[in-house]
């Protein structure tokens, strides 16, 4: 297995494992010019393997939760692992997050980057048909990290594919996030059962601590007695993107660090993103340099298709078929502000 360093022209710098496409570590510049780790990860390949919240790892081939770890397309009915619960999550036992991908780097004019591959084999995880996907990973002198998924299919299946890195822009290690102030493009989000499967209701998120269209800090209401923040223990949902017309990359949220002037935009052409502010991170996990992570230590912004698609019709359809081409793009985009 192999590490790859990709850096930009002004300094920025990503390094990534080809086991899972993990990103393990993104250094940016803060308001002073100084760099810092943002995302959370381990030090050693055997520490991805010994245990894992999918620290910045590909998910696949299902980003997010199917309910009762079943489905049913064109008539067959379809088990796959119960691996969260009652629920399968992020891909199964041995998702995209813990194979090794086949990395080749290219440097383009204002970038550097690496095409990520892998065959999917038909019946992997329980999921049909041999897919073939591509994520390219492009790191831009404009500090953008971008990931280009595409997948292909011999047999009707489901894709959803999506990256799990977990972030602190006050630095790897340096405390919660609470204090980080989050800007969401959406309306509405779907809400959740006991089991964080969606109800199949589109919700508006005014009058809601789910309201994030105006500027507010992941921790300014996450305590609050509301059912739906009791059933994910915080934020672990997923909202409704407001779309443009175009089908392109648009903006889907906006991130403040106060402390060190960091921002991150997150534009994507996913229809959802799932917000999980780190609530089930509870000290016992050691990270790089031996930091601790303690609750709410990292937040996660996963664009995707909205969980349990394949069990809710009125949901954006995650069927690919045959001669169809799985697009999808999501791009991270890091500044500072006074
Ligand atoms: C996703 C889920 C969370 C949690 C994390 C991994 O974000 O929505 O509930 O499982 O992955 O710990």
């Known amino acids: ?9 002004n300094g920025m710098e990503a390094r990534v494992l080809d086991y899972g496409g993990i990103v393990v570590s993104v250094r940016v510049p803060d308001r002073h010019g100084r760099f810092d780790d943002v995302v959370l990860g381990y030090d050693s390949l055997a520490d991805y393997l010994r245990s894992s919240p999918y620290f910045g790892a590909i998910i696949g081939r299902y980003g997010n939760r199917i309910a009762g770890g079943r489905f049913t397309l064109d008539g067959k009915t379809y088990t796959l692992a119960k691996n969260n619960g009652p629920n399968h999550l992020h891909g199964g036992l041995k998702g995209f997050d813990k194979v090794v991908w086949d990395a080749a780097p290219f440097q383009g004019a204002d970038s550097v980057g690496l095409v990520f591959r892998y065959t999917s084999p038909d ?10 996907a591509t994520v390219t990973y492009t790191l831009t002198d404009r500090n953008e990290l971008i990931f280009d998924y595409h997948a292909t299919t011999d047999r009707a299946t489901l894709v959803n594919l999506t990256q799990h890195s977990y972030f602190n822009l006050a630095g790897d290690g340096k405390g919660d996030i609470l204090g ?12 959740v059962d006991s089991t964080l499967i969606p109800t199949g209701e589109i919700r508006s998120v005014s009058g809601t601590p789910f309201d994030f269209r105006t500027p507010t800090a992941i921790g300014a209401r996450i305590d609050q007695d509301d059912e739906q923040l009791r059933y994910g223990r915080g934020y672990d949902h997923n909202f409704v993107l407001n779309k443009g017309a175009d089908g392109g990359p648009t903006l889907a949220a906006r991130v403040y660090e106060p402390s060190s002037g960091r921002l991150m935009e997150i534009y994507t052409t996913e229809p959802g993103l799932q917000f999980y502010s780190g609530n089930f991170l509870d000290g016992t996990l050691r990270g790089k340099h031996g930091v601790v992570y303690r609750h709410r230590y990292g937040f996660a912004m996963e664009t995707q298709h909205f969980p349990d698609s394949p069990n809710k019709p009125s949901f954006p359809s995650t069927t690919l078929r045959p001669g169809e081409q799985y697009r999808s793009r999501t791009i991270y985009k890091f500044a500072v502000q006074p």
Not at 1 to 9: F, N
């Open 180 to 191: 980080h102030v989050v800007t969401l493009n959406a309306d509405r989000f779907t809400p």
């Open 1 to 9: 297995m192999s590490a790859y360093t990709l850096k930009s022209a």
């Open 123 to 132: 019946g992997e995880e329980g999921y049909p048909g041999t897919v073939r």
